[in-house]
């Protein structure tokens, strides 16, 4: 069984063409559920508004 390290449950309110969209992401991926998908996207587009850096604050 896998960890559960620092997760937290949510619930999002999306279009049903999103949702559609969400479920095929889940699906190219191999994912299990939804939540997956969008961990991953918001996980990218942070890496990429940051340029890579996790912190501002590891700059100083």
């Excluded at 996207?41 to 940051?50: C, D, F, H, S």
């Amino acid at each position: 069984m896998q960890s559960k390290k620092n997760m937290r449950r949510i619930s999002v309110l999306v279009t049903a063409q999103t949702a559609y969209n969400l479920d095929k992401l889940a699906a190219m991926c191999c994912y299990r559920e939804r939540g997956h998908v969008i961990d991953k996207l918001v996980r990218e587009k942070m890496l990429q508004l940051n340029g890579g850096k996790r912190h501002e604050q590891d700059e100083n």
